[in-house]
């Protein structure tokens, strides 16, 4: 059976003397490795296999201990590294100084080897429960995650429970509405709207969009055939069934989680019926729409188009994007944000296939 690993242990020291000394006390317990410069140490943290804690002198030729530190710290790969200052200097200020750079201890030179090992263990100690802390921290989150997908998710499907023939509806205008924004994030109309962060909140929304389906007669919604003016009211009030819904579930929500968990979902379900020049079902125009409802928009009006319902035959891809950009008397070029509607023209193969990928 193979030993176990030591810990590695940087020793950034220029008098030959102490780094003797450290290396006779450390090296049954750890792997020790050298730097005699600030630079050289920063080299070694920096690299392949960087230390897990570090023994810094303050005053070093070149670059001193401090500003080694500080560079330390700034770096995401090396910031959570511990530092033990080693230094002659006894004055409060000087380990003030030290702790202000980022390190976590100080050790006063000539020092006790006893005393250097102890301080060690410690830290090492408290960076493994730390570790330990942030891992239980990460997993909690992830699976805070995964179940607010799960319960949106859910939700979402209660609506397709009411029109049985759009089963993978939410799942294709969800996979729609990502494209979109992706294609989008790195035009100037649209910088910094669409970070890691508001993609998965987009994604996360995107299944409730019809949520308020559950609230319309079924003779209504799976009519085969032309509704009345006043049965397509009728139908016309899922958008608002649907934000009220969310803003129950947001009422029952500490607002700090609310404000993030379901950021887009009272827009998506409210307006994913508008249209850009103003015809839609509550009138809103343009920029009036939230950008989370006109992608919303231009997924749905593609998956309705390309998919079969009990009003309509589905119609092939090329079909559907001839009517999206040319008009076919119900659905218009004018509806869709111009910058949205070229995004779906630059990524249109990407939609086949995802309506390939994910049919009925």
Known sequence: MDAPRKPRILVAEDTPEHVHILIDTLRHEYAVMVAISGERALEIAFGQSPPELILLDVMMPGMNGYEVCRRLKQNAATCDIPVIFMSALSEEQDERQGLEAGGLDYISKPFRPVLVKARIHNQLELKRHRDHLEDMVRDRTRELILTQDAVIYGLGILAEYRDIETGMHIRRTQSYVNVLAKQLRDRPRFAGLFDDETLHLLMQSAPLHDIGKVGIPDHILRKPSSLTTEEFDQIKLHTMYGRAVVERIESSMLENVSSSFLRFAKEVTYTHHES?????????????????????????????????????????????????????????????????????????????????????
Request: net charge negative; no cysteine; glycine share 8%.
């Open 276 to 360: 850009w020049d103003g015809t839609g079902y509550h009138g809103l125009k343009g920029e009036q729409i939230p950008v989370s409802g006109r992608l919303m928009a231009l997924a749905d009006v593609y998956d309705a188009l390309k998919s079969k319902r009990v009003y309509k035959e589905a119609f092939e891809h090329e079909q559907v994007v001839k009517i999206m950009t040319e008009g076919d008397g119900r659905t218009r070029p004018e509806q869709f944000d111009p910058d949205i509607l070229q995004a779906f023209l630059d990524v249109h193969e990407t939609f086949r296939a995802i309506a390939h990928n994910l049919q009925d």
